[in-house]
């Protein structure tokens, strides 16, 4: 992963119970199996998409059109113009991290297919259930062509998704990548047959550059844990940790004035993010 990188844009969307998070990163999460029904709380009716100047994503899934709202927040705020009109931007590629953006368009899908039997779906569903489709969507919806990478890491997605685009930009692969985590409920169908489950819904995206853009960025450094000692450093969990990048990137730094964020990276032990 290179040295140092900028957080320059973000965008999110998210249950009411997943906004301390956001709000006070450095206090812990509410407990998830204390039977409060706000922790399996759902996103909130999402904006209209034509007074987000973001028209057509009505037939794509909701995941689909949640991560282009997200998105779009992120770029603009990295003073990169979304219209494809303005030719597409081969230097910008996107990241997904996600382990259920797929699972609403599965079920309809199986629906349809029960309903009205298995040659009379809709075929507009099916290139909705494939995993990568949020990603694939949202690259041709702005006119991203650097590279497009979905990851679903379980319980690491969003920091294998958060390495993956560093390490892009250290490639020269990108000269900036948009990464979203989509984390969203399942359908009810689903319940008690996936290993990994969203106790709140959040959808947060982030540009990370090679050089500053806008008027808002400030640097990363990223590295191990073991490389990137801090005494003063908070613990985050994989799905906060987009959320307190995000409002440190609004808010100009974290309530608890920490410098170094920590998060788990699975076998590789802890990822440390400088801020």
């Known amino acids: 992963m290179p040295q140092f990188i900028y957080l320059t844009g973000c965008g999110y969307y998210m249950a009411p119970s997943f906004a301390a998070i956001v709000e006070r990163p450095e206090s812990p999460a509410p407990a998830e199996d204390c039977g409060s029904e706000a922790l399996s709380s759902r996103i909130e009716d999402e904006p209209e998409e034509a007074s987000q100047g973001l028209k057509g994503l009505k037939r794509h899934s909701r995941a689909v059109r949640l991560a282009c709202l997200a998105i779009r927040e992120a770029l603009r705020m990295a003073s990169i113009p979304v219209d494809p009109a303005d030719g597409k931007r081969n230097d910008i590629g996107v990241v997904v991290g996600t382990n259920d953006a797929n699972l609403e368009a599965i079920d309809r899908l199986q629906q349809e297919a029960e309903t009205y039997g298995v040659n009379n779906t809709n075929p507009g569903l099916f290139p909705e259930t494939v995993l990568n489709v949020t990603a694939g969507q949202a690259s041709i919806y702005f006119g991203l062509g650097g590279p497009n990478v979905t990851i679903s890491g379980g319980d690491f997605s969003s920091v294998k998704s958060l390495q993956y685009a560093a390490d892009m930009l250290e490639s020269g692969s990108a000269s900036h990548v948009a990464v979203c985590i989509v ?93």
């Not at 995206?205 to 005494?231: C, H, I, T, W, Y």
């Open 183 to 275: 984390r969203l409920l399942p359908p009810a169908v689903f319940e008690g047959s996936i290993r990994y489950v969203t106790a709140r819904e959040s959808v947060v995206a982030l540009v990370l550059s090679r050089q500053p853009s806008g008027e808002n960025s400030f640097k990363l450094r990223m590295a191990s844990a073991a490389d990137l000692p801090d005494a003063a450093g908070i613990r985050m969990t994989d799905e906060g940790l987009p959320a307190a990048l995000a409002f440190k990137l609004e808010s100009g730094g974290l309530p608890s004035g920490a410098s170094v964020m920590y998060a788990d990276a699975g076998p590789e032990g802890l990822l440390a993010i400088e801020c």
